[in-house]
Nanobody, 127 residues
Framework: QVQLVESGGGLVLAGGSLRLSCAASEDTITYYTMGWFRQAPGKEREFVAVITWSGSNTDCADSVKSRFTISRDNGKNMVYLQMNSLKPEDTAVYYC????????????????????WGQGTQVTVSS
């Protein structure tokens, strides 16, 4: 059972930056593909970014491409989401998710593919 804990959310002005962190309780997250999702009030949860177990492949939603970067440090059991040039529409609860996989050619955008979820961290961007 993998337990995920997000941190780093908060209130920021439009144009600002935040770095979200996801700490995993498992001895190693090396064997997991990791994703970030978000859910705004009244909206469905949506894909933000994903990174394969080795870090060699990533994918980001078009709405955040060039502004957000996902990365991981398997030695520290950590996954990060660097968010730059934040916009009010980025306001949401951000969730970290994991699915066990050693494939570098599979990096799903569908939340139903992920088996483990964190509790979320709130990001609020004011204009």
């Amino acid at each position: 059972q993998v337990q995920l804990v997000e941190s780093g959310g908060g209130l920021v002005l439009a144009g600002g930056s935040l770095r979200l962190s996801c700490a995993a309780s498992e001895d190693t997250i090396t064997y997991y593909t990791m994703g970030w999702f978000r859910q705004a009030p009244g909206k469905e949860r949506e894909f933000v970014a994903v990174i394969t177990w080795s870090g060699s492949n990533t994918d980001c939603a078009d709405s955040v491409k060039s502004r957000f970067t996902i990365s991981r440090d398997n030695g520290k059991n950590m996954v990060y989401l660097q968010m730059n040039s934040l916009k009010p529409e980025d306001t949401a609860v951000y969730y970290c998710a994991a699915v066990r996989s050693l494939s570098d050619s599979w990096y799903p955008r569908d939340s139903r593919e992920y088996h483990y979820w964190g509790q979320g961290t709130q990001v609020t961007v004011s204009s």
